[in-house]
Protein backbone atom coordinates (compact mmCIF):
# COMPACT_ATOMS: atom_id res chain seq x y z
CA UNK A 1 0.00 0.00 0.00
CA UNK A 2 1.12 3.34 -0.84
CA UNK A 3 2.19 6.04 1.39
CA UNK A 4 -0.01 9.36 1.05
CA UNK A 5 1.28 12.34 0.16
CA UNK A 6 -1.03 15.40 0.69
CA UNK A 7 -1.19 17.55 -2.36
CA UNK A 8 -0.26 21.00 -1.85
CA UNK A 9 -2.64 23.64 -2.49
CA UNK A 10 -2.36 27.56 -2.04
CA UNK A 11 -3.75 30.73 -3.13
CA UNK A 12 -7.12 32.74 -3.37
CA UNK A 13 -10.08 30.99 -1.81
CA UNK A 14 -11.78 30.34 -5.27
CA UNK A 15 -7.73 29.25 -6.58
CA UNK A 16 -7.62 26.48 -3.79
CA UNK A 17 -10.89 25.20 -4.46
CA UNK A 18 -9.95 25.62 -8.04
CA UNK A 19 -7.26 22.62 -7.08
CA UNK A 20 -9.69 20.45 -4.95
CA UNK A 21 -11.68 20.87 -7.57
CA UNK A 22 -8.94 19.45 -10.17
CA UNK A 23 -8.06 17.11 -7.43
CA UNK A 24 -11.35 15.35 -7.45
CA UNK A 25 -12.28 15.44 -11.15
CA UNK A 26 -10.90 12.22 -12.24
CA UNK A 27 -13.60 10.05 -9.75
CA UNK A 28 -16.40 13.48 -9.15
CA UNK A 29 -18.40 11.93 -12.35
CA UNK A 30 -18.57 7.74 -11.31
CA UNK A 31 -18.60 8.36 -7.47
CA UNK A 32 -21.95 11.05 -7.84
CA UNK A 33 -23.54 8.34 -10.96
CA UNK A 34 -23.84 5.05 -8.19
CA UNK A 35 -24.62 7.69 -5.45
CA UNK A 36 -28.03 7.13 -3.68
CA UNK A 37 -27.61 10.30 -1.75
CA UNK A 38 -26.76 12.60 -4.54
CA UNK A 39 -29.74 11.11 -5.95
CA UNK A 40 -31.96 11.97 -3.31
CA UNK A 41 -29.83 15.58 -2.31
CA UNK A 42 -30.25 16.45 -6.40
CA UNK A 43 -34.33 16.72 -6.31
CA UNK A 44 -33.57 20.15 -4.25
CA UNK A 45 -32.13 21.68 -7.19
CA UNK A 46 -33.67 25.50 -7.43
CA UNK A 47 -35.41 25.25 -4.21
CA UNK A 48 -36.02 28.44 -2.23
CA UNK A 49 -34.63 26.49 0.60
CA UNK A 50 -31.13 26.11 -1.06
CA UNK A 51 -30.86 29.28 -2.43
CA UNK A 52 -31.63 31.16 0.76
CA UNK A 53 -28.61 28.34 2.60
CA UNK A 54 -26.46 29.84 0.13
CA UNK A 55 -27.59 33.58 0.81
CA UNK A 56 -26.74 33.21 4.44
CA UNK A 57 -23.86 31.08 3.80
CA UNK A 58 -22.11 33.49 1.18
CA UNK A 59 -22.88 36.28 3.69
CA UNK A 60 -20.99 35.00 6.70
CA UNK A 61 -18.27 32.86 5.30
CA UNK A 62 -17.81 34.29 1.65
CA UNK A 63 -14.34 32.91 1.23
CA UNK A 64 -15.85 29.38 2.03
CA UNK A 65 -18.67 29.85 -1.23
CA UNK A 66 -15.15 31.13 -3.43
CA UNK A 67 -14.02 27.66 -2.51
CA UNK A 68 -16.89 26.08 -3.55
CA UNK A 69 -17.25 27.81 -6.75
CA UNK A 70 -13.74 26.97 -7.41
CA UNK A 71 -14.05 23.81 -7.12
CA UNK A 72 -17.40 23.51 -9.45
CA UNK A 73 -14.66 25.29 -12.33
CA UNK A 74 -12.35 22.65 -11.88
CA UNK A 75 -15.04 19.38 -11.50
CA UNK A 76 -16.40 20.96 -14.23
CA UNK A 77 -20.24 21.28 -12.46
CA UNK A 78 -22.90 23.91 -12.32
CA UNK A 79 -21.40 25.87 -8.86
CA UNK A 80 -25.39 25.38 -7.64
CA UNK A 81 -24.83 21.73 -8.04
CA UNK A 82 -21.27 21.53 -6.06
CA UNK A 83 -23.02 23.90 -3.01
CA UNK A 84 -25.85 21.72 -3.31
CA UNK A 85 -23.87 18.19 -2.65
CA UNK A 86 -22.42 20.46 0.30
CA UNK A 87 -25.79 20.84 1.57
CA UNK A 88 -26.48 17.03 2.07
CA UNK A 89 -26.48 16.81 6.01
CA UNK A 90 -29.25 19.84 5.74
CA UNK A 91 -31.41 17.79 2.64
CA UNK A 92 -31.24 14.51 3.84
CA UNK A 93 -30.84 12.34 6.99
CA UNK A 94 -28.67 9.64 5.27
CA UNK A 95 -25.71 11.10 4.26
CA UNK A 96 -22.95 8.91 3.87
CA UNK A 97 -21.13 10.12 6.53
CA UNK A 98 -20.60 8.31 9.58
CA UNK A 99 -17.62 8.07 11.82
CA UNK A 100 -16.58 7.49 15.75
CA UNK A 101 -14.41 9.35 17.87
CA UNK A 102 -13.01 8.94 20.70
CA UNK A 103 -11.29 12.19 23.16
CA UNK A 104 -8.94 11.39 26.03
CA UNK A 105 -6.17 12.68 28.28
CA UNK A 106 -3.78 11.37 29.69
CA UNK A 107 -1.22 13.54 32.33
CA UNK A 108 1.19 14.97 29.07
CA UNK A 109 -0.80 14.64 26.33
CA UNK A 110 -4.21 15.59 24.68
CA UNK A 111 -5.20 12.90 22.01
CA UNK A 112 -8.04 12.90 19.13
CA UNK A 113 -8.78 9.41 17.45
CA UNK A 114 -11.46 9.32 14.69
CA UNK A 115 -12.64 6.29 11.99
CA UNK A 116 -14.20 8.23 9.28
CA UNK A 117 -17.06 6.41 7.98
CA UNK A 118 -18.19 6.83 4.82
CA UNK A 119 -19.22 5.64 1.22
CA UNK A 120 -17.52 2.36 0.21
CA UNK A 121 -17.08 3.58 -2.99
CA UNK A 122 -14.77 6.09 -1.72
CA UNK A 123 -12.09 3.90 -0.32
CA UNK A 124 -8.77 4.65 -1.81
CA UNK A 125 -10.30 7.34 -3.67
CA UNK A 126 -10.07 9.80 -1.02
CA UNK A 127 -6.91 12.33 -0.16
CA UNK A 128 -5.04 14.27 1.66
CA UNK A 129 -4.75 17.96 1.21
CA UNK A 130 -2.50 20.52 2.56
CA UNK A 131 -4.27 23.63 2.50
CA UNK A 132 -1.88 27.05 2.54
CA UNK A 133 -4.76 30.36 1.80
CA UNK A 134 -3.12 34.29 2.61
CA UNK A 135 -3.18 34.94 5.77
CA UNK A 136 -5.17 32.36 7.54
CA UNK A 137 -2.84 29.58 9.37
CA UNK A 138 -3.47 26.26 6.59
CA UNK A 139 -4.25 23.00 7.66
CA UNK A 140 -4.22 19.19 6.16
CA UNK A 141 -7.03 17.95 6.02
CA UNK A 142 -8.55 13.88 5.14
CA UNK A 143 -10.55 15.45 1.47
CA UNK A 144 -13.65 13.16 0.07
CA UNK A 145 -13.61 14.40 -4.05
CA UNK A 146 -16.35 17.33 -4.13
CA UNK A 147 -16.37 18.27 -0.36
CA UNK A 148 -15.40 21.00 1.36
CA UNK A 149 -12.25 19.43 3.69
CA UNK A 150 -12.86 19.97 7.09
CA UNK A 151 -16.02 18.11 7.34
CA UNK A 152 -13.88 15.11 8.51
CA UNK A 153 -10.36 15.18 10.57
CA UNK A 154 -8.15 18.02 10.20
CA UNK A 155 -5.01 20.11 12.01
CA UNK A 156 -4.42 23.57 11.01
CA UNK A 157 -0.66 25.14 11.72
CA UNK A 158 -2.07 27.21 14.65
CA UNK A 159 -2.15 23.83 16.39
CA UNK A 160 -6.13 23.34 15.64
CA UNK A 161 -7.45 19.60 16.04
CA UNK A 162 -10.96 19.05 14.57
CA UNK A 163 -12.71 15.56 13.79
CA UNK A 164 -16.42 15.31 13.02
CA UNK A 165 -19.17 13.24 13.67
CA UNK A 166 -22.10 13.05 11.50
CA UNK A 167 -25.62 13.99 13.42
CA UNK A 168 -28.81 13.05 11.68
CA UNK A 169 -31.31 16.19 12.51
CA UNK A 170 -34.62 15.66 11.51
CA UNK A 171 -35.81 19.31 11.33
CA UNK A 172 -33.35 21.56 9.44
CA UNK A 173 -33.87 25.09 9.23
CA UNK A 174 -32.68 28.24 7.87
CA UNK A 175 -28.91 28.67 8.83
CA UNK A 176 -24.99 28.32 7.79
CA UNK A 177 -24.96 24.70 6.44
CA UNK A 178 -22.77 22.61 8.83
CA UNK A 179 -19.82 21.68 5.88
CA UNK A 180 -18.98 25.27 5.69
CA UNK A 181 -19.30 25.94 9.25
CA UNK A 182 -16.45 22.96 10.06
CA UNK A 183 -14.15 24.55 7.23
CA UNK A 184 -14.40 28.11 8.91
CA UNK A 185 -13.30 25.95 12.09
CA UNK A 186 -9.28 25.55 10.34
CA UNK A 187 -9.42 29.12 9.75
CA UNK A 188 -9.08 29.88 13.59
CA UNK A 189 -5.97 29.72 15.96
CA UNK A 190 -7.50 28.67 19.41
CA UNK A 191 -10.53 26.74 20.96
CA UNK A 192 -12.24 30.07 22.32
CA UNK A 193 -11.92 30.88 18.56
CA UNK A 194 -13.88 28.03 17.40
CA UNK A 195 -16.57 27.72 19.47
CA UNK A 196 -16.76 30.96 18.75
CA UNK A 197 -17.38 30.38 15.68
CA UNK A 198 -19.68 27.12 15.70
CA UNK A 199 -22.00 29.33 18.31
CA UNK A 200 -22.44 32.67 16.70
CA UNK A 201 -24.66 31.68 13.95
CA UNK A 202 -27.45 30.04 13.32
CA UNK A 203 -26.92 26.80 12.41
CA UNK A 204 -28.92 24.74 9.31
CA UNK A 205 -28.31 21.46 10.87
CA UNK A 206 -25.82 19.77 12.85
CA UNK A 207 -22.82 17.96 13.52
CA UNK A 208 -20.61 16.95 16.63
CA UNK A 209 -17.21 18.28 17.03
CA UNK A 210 -14.40 16.71 18.74
CA UNK A 211 -11.76 19.76 19.08
CA UNK A 212 -8.14 20.35 20.63
CA UNK A 213 -5.59 22.74 20.57
CA UNK A 214 -2.06 23.13 21.39
CA UNK A 215 -1.47 25.44 24.59
CA UNK A 216 -4.88 24.73 25.70
CA UNK A 217 -5.59 21.76 28.27
CA UNK A 218 -9.23 21.35 27.31
CA UNK A 219 -10.30 18.98 24.95
CA UNK A 220 -13.96 19.82 23.70
CA UNK A 221 -16.87 17.21 22.74
CA UNK A 222 -19.04 20.00 21.06
CA UNK A 223 -22.73 19.06 19.46
CA UNK A 224 -23.15 22.25 17.20
CA UNK A 225 -27.07 21.92 15.95
CA UNK A 226 -30.28 23.73 15.05
CA UNK A 227 -31.07 24.01 18.40
CA UNK A 228 -28.04 24.59 20.56
CA UNK A 229 -24.25 24.50 20.45
CA UNK A 230 -23.56 21.85 23.79
CA UNK A 231 -19.78 21.97 24.70
CA UNK A 232 -18.49 19.82 26.91
CA UNK A 233 -14.69 19.41 28.36
CA UNK A 234 -13.69 15.87 28.02
CA UNK A 235 -12.16 15.45 31.69
CA UNK A 236 -10.18 12.09 30.41
CA UNK A 237 -11.68 9.69 27.71
CA UNK A 238 -15.01 10.09 25.59
CA UNK A 239 -16.00 8.43 22.47
CA UNK A 240 -18.64 9.39 20.35
CA UNK A 241 -20.96 8.12 17.49
CA UNK A 242 -23.52 9.54 14.90
CA UNK A 243 -26.19 11.05 17.89
CA UNK A 244 -26.79 13.58 20.00
CA UNK A 245 -25.44 12.46 23.52
CA UNK A 246 -24.92 15.18 25.80
CA UNK A 247 -26.90 15.95 28.36
CA UNK A 248 -30.78 17.40 27.20
CA UNK A 249 -30.09 15.97 24.00
CA UNK A 250 -33.58 14.75 23.91
CA UNK A 251 -35.25 17.78 23.28
CA UNK A 252 -34.13 17.89 19.73
CA UNK A 253 -35.80 15.44 17.42
CA UNK A 254 -32.91 12.80 15.37
CA UNK A 255 -32.89 9.76 13.43
CA UNK A 256 -30.28 7.12 15.72
CA UNK A 257 -29.52 4.34 13.31
CA UNK A 258 -28.69 1.33 14.41
CA UNK A 259 -24.90 1.46 13.54
CA UNK A 260 -24.73 4.75 15.61
CA UNK A 261 -26.42 3.09 18.51
CA UNK A 262 -24.49 -0.16 18.55
CA UNK A 263 -21.13 1.88 18.44
CA UNK A 264 -21.95 3.82 21.04
CA UNK A 265 -22.85 1.20 23.35
CA UNK A 266 -19.84 -0.89 22.64
CA UNK A 267 -17.58 2.10 23.43
CA UNK A 268 -19.37 2.64 26.64
CA UNK A 269 -18.25 -1.28 27.46
CA UNK A 270 -14.54 -0.63 26.04
CA UNK A 271 -13.84 3.01 27.09
CA UNK A 272 -14.18 2.01 31.12
CA UNK A 273 -11.77 -1.11 30.59
CA UNK A 274 -9.17 1.49 29.25
CA UNK A 275 -6.70 1.99 32.37
CA UNK A 276 -3.77 3.06 30.46
CA UNK A 277 -4.35 5.79 28.18
CA UNK A 278 -2.37 5.57 25.07
CA UNK A 279 -2.01 5.90 21.52
CA UNK A 280 -2.21 2.04 21.08
CA UNK A 281 -5.30 1.73 23.44
CA UNK A 282 -7.17 4.03 20.98
CA UNK A 283 -6.26 2.63 18.14
CA UNK A 284 -7.21 -0.85 19.45
CA UNK A 285 -10.89 0.55 20.29
CA UNK A 286 -11.28 2.30 16.70
CA UNK A 287 -10.16 -1.35 15.31
CA UNK A 288 -12.51 -3.38 17.17
CA UNK A 289 -14.76 -6.05 15.04
CA UNK A 290 -15.89 -8.50 18.09
CA UNK A 291 -19.34 -6.54 18.79
CA UNK A 292 -22.39 -9.09 18.25
CA UNK A 293 -23.90 -6.73 16.59
CA UNK A 294 -22.42 -3.67 13.85
CA UNK A 295 -19.14 -2.86 14.84
CA UNK A 296 -17.03 -0.19 15.45
CA UNK A 297 -14.39 -0.63 12.20
CA UNK A 298 -16.53 -0.94 9.32
CA UNK A 299 -16.04 -3.19 6.59
CA UNK A 300 -19.24 -4.50 5.89
CA UNK A 301 -20.11 -3.91 1.88
CA UNK A 302 -24.22 -4.60 3.00
CA UNK A 303 -23.30 -2.31 6.02
CA UNK A 304 -27.50 -0.75 6.60
CA UNK A 305 -25.69 2.88 6.71
CA UNK A 306 -24.25 2.22 3.51
CA UNK A 307 -20.45 2.97 5.18
CA UNK A 308 -17.45 1.79 6.09
CA UNK A 309 -14.42 2.60 7.71
CA UNK A 310 -12.42 4.42 4.95
CA UNK A 311 -8.68 5.79 7.42
CA UNK A 312 -8.01 5.97 10.92
CA UNK A 313 -6.75 8.82 12.15
CA UNK A 314 -4.85 9.56 15.71
CA UNK A 315 -3.67 13.10 16.68
CA UNK A 316 -1.57 13.49 19.76
CA UNK A 317 -1.45 16.61 21.08
CA UNK A 318 2.08 17.95 22.53
CA UNK A 319 3.55 20.95 23.61
CA UNK A 320 5.10 22.32 20.46
CA UNK A 321 2.50 20.60 17.68
CA UNK A 322 0.70 18.13 16.84
CA UNK A 323 1.94 14.24 15.71
CA UNK A 324 -0.80 13.44 12.89
CA UNK A 325 -0.78 10.13 11.66
CA UNK A 326 -3.44 8.26 9.55
CA UNK A 327 -3.82 4.26 9.02
CA UNK A 328 -5.90 2.77 5.98
CA UNK A 329 -7.05 -0.89 6.16
CA UNK A 330 -5.00 -0.92 9.40
CA UNK A 331 -1.57 -0.23 7.54
CA UNK A 332 0.26 3.02 8.58
CA UNK A 333 -0.01 5.15 5.45
CA UNK A 334 1.09 8.99 6.53
CA UNK A 335 2.72 10.33 9.71
CA UNK A 336 4.33 13.91 10.29
CA UNK A 337 4.36 16.24 13.17
CA UNK A 338 2.49 19.95 12.48
CA UNK A 339 4.62 22.33 14.60
CA UNK A 340 2.60 25.20 15.93
CA UNK A 341 3.08 28.56 13.74
CA UNK A 342 1.95 31.82 14.90
CA UNK A 343 2.19 33.19 10.97
CA UNK A 344 0.43 32.45 8.02
CA UNK A 345 3.87 30.86 6.92
CA UNK A 346 3.96 27.36 7.76
CA UNK A 347 5.39 24.35 6.99
CA UNK A 348 5.14 20.65 7.84
CA UNK A 349 8.05 17.68 7.95
CA UNK A 350 6.76 14.62 6.37
CA UNK A 351 8.08 11.81 8.19
CA UNK A 352 8.77 7.82 7.07
CA UNK A 353 6.40 5.52 8.54
CA UNK A 354 7.71 2.98 11.04
Known sequence: MSFLTPLVISGSPYEIGLGLGVLARPVINAYMNQSAAWKAVSEWRGSDYVRDLRRIAEDAYPDAIAELDGMAAGMG???EDVFLWN??????HNA???????AARSNRERFVAHNEDGDPYLRDKCSLVDIRPAGEPGFVSFYYPGSLPGHTF???RAGVVQAINNLRI???QLGVPRMVLCRAVLDTSSLDDATYELSRHARASGFHHTLGCVGDERILSVEATVARCSIENVERLSGHANHLIHRGADAEQQLVTRSSRDRQARLGQLLPEMHEV???ALLQVLSD????T????RTDPADPDDENTLATALFVIKETGVEFEVRQQGELRFKTFILQETSAQASSQTLRPE
Open 77 to 79: WMK
Open 87 to 92: CRGELI
Open 96 to 102: PDGCTTL
Open 154 to 156: AVN
Open 170 to 172: KRP
Open 278 to 280: NKL
Open 289 to 292: KTST
Open 294 to 297: LPIY
